[in-house]
């Protein structure tokens, strides 16, 4: 295959893929790694896709984040059935931090009406549904990121100098055999902190988010306990590390 043709089939295959993983591609089109890099710096210069760690993105994809409304409104069963798992998963006496995202804010709503535990988060949304809770808060401040609804920058940093817990309640915006996902580096900073003050780091996370694009590499699965998930239809534990536990629906 001459490297126009080549070109033309990464630039077919990223757009309908999205995301793909520098050994995906290689597997794909049989050339050398010194070669497929050559074609992605190329296609990388003309727009045409955007390289981050371990692979390459669509450009369409990695420049459109979902709003927080609109995520909250999909997946909304999987959702709380996930809640559910990680309400249970908390003992009594806890402090928790619970991460911005729509399938946290699920959790952080069950965790809130209880009185034994203690909830730390930097989401406005879990923030201004617990004007009734019956659950310690400790809001964490900094400058507002309205897509996430997180809050983020160096001042929500510095509080983690301060802090520990003994759970972390994570959301992410893709999984992969890698690890978790975000779409961007403040809110990567901001989890990573959660993860290094946490006892134990809880993912939750819907089956949709398995091999969905990411773009900023957040944890590897090597530095997570848990995986709460609905249920999933290509199970990846031979992926993930035998350390990390998958919890999900069989039936």
């Not at 070109?7 to 050994?23: D, G, M, P, T, Y």
């Not at 497929?36 to 390459?56: F, K, N, T």
């Not at 509080?159 to 999984?175: K, V």
């Amino acid at each position: 295959m001459f490297a126009q043709e080549r070109h033309n089939s990464i630039r077919k295959i990223v757009r309908e893929k999205q995301r793909l993983s520098f050994a995906e591609l290689q597997q794909l089109f049989q050339v050398s790694p010194a070669t497929l890099r050559r074609d992605l710096s190329e296609l990388e210069r003309a727009g045409d896709l955007i390289r981050v760690h371990g692979g390459v993105l669509d450009p369409l994809y990695a420049r459109t984040e979902i709003s927080f409304d609109e995520r909250q409104q999909r997946h909304n069963t999987e959702k709380k059935s996930i809640a559910t798992k990680a309400n249970d998963l908390i003992p009594g006496g806890s402090s928790v931090f619970v991460d911005a995202g729509s399938t946290c804010l699920e959790a952080g709503k069950l965790l809130m009406r209880r009185a034994d535990i203690r909830l730390i988060t930097h989401s406005v949304a879990l923030v201004a549904a617990c004007s009734h809770a019956e659950s310690n808060i400790i809001c964490i401040g900094g400058e507002l990121r309205k897509v996430s609804g997180a809050l983020v920058g160096g001042t929500a940093i510095n509080a983690f100098a301060n802090l520990q817990f003994d759970f972390a309640l994570i959301g992410a915006t893709g999984l992969n055999s890698e690890g978790c996902w975000t779409t961007e580096f403040t809110e990567s900073e901001i989890k990573k902190n959660i993860i290094a003050r946490a006892k134990r780091r809880i993912v939750l996370a819907d089956q949709s988010k398995w091999h969905a694009p990411g773009t900023v590499l957040f944890s590897r699965w090597d530095d997570i306990n848990d995986w709460l998930v609905d249920s999933l239809s290509t199970t990846p534990s031979p992926l993930i590390p035998k350390s990390v536990t998958i919890h999900q629906d069989r039936n």
